[in-house]
Nanobody
Framework: QVQLVESGGGLVQAGGSLRVSCAASVRTFSSYAMGWFRQAPGKEREFVAAINWSGDITDYADSVKGRFTISRDNAKKTVYLQMNSLKPEDTAVYYC?????????????????WGQGTQVTVSS
């Protein structure tokens, strides 16, 4: 069983930055693909960013390209999402996800494990 715990959410003004983290409790974290998704009120959960097992391949939703950066530290068993130039439309609950297959995953249905989420609110 894999447990994922997100942290670092909060309230930030438009144009500001925030970094959210996801700590995993799994022995073989370095073999897992990781991703970030978000869900705004009344909307479906959507893909934000993904990273492969080694961190050398990443993918992003068009809406966040150039503003968000996903990274991982396998020694700390943690994945990060650095969010810059935040917009009010980035307001959502951000979820971390993990899949035991090491290749990059961008679809919600491809992930096996999910965290509880962390709220990110961007004020205008």
């Amino acid at each position: 069983q894999v447990q994922l715990v997100e942290s670092g959410g909060g309230l930030v003004q438009a144009g500001g930055s925030l970094r959210v983290s996801c700590a995993a409790s799994v022995r073989t974290f370095s073999s897992y693909a990781m991703g970030w998704f978000r869900q705004a009120p009344g909307k479906e959960r959507e893909f934000v960013a993904a990273i492969n097992w080694s961190g050398d391949i990443t993918d992003y939703a068009d809406s966040v390209k150039g503003r968000f950066t996903i990274s991982r530290d396998n020694a700390k068993k943690t994945v990060y999402l650095q969010m810059n130039s935040l917009k009010p439309e980035d307001t959502a609950v951000y979820y971390c996800a993990a899949d035991h297959r090491s290749g990059i995953r961008t679809r919600r249905t491809e992930y096996e494990y999910w965290g509880q989420g962390t709220q990110v609110t961007v004020s205008s």
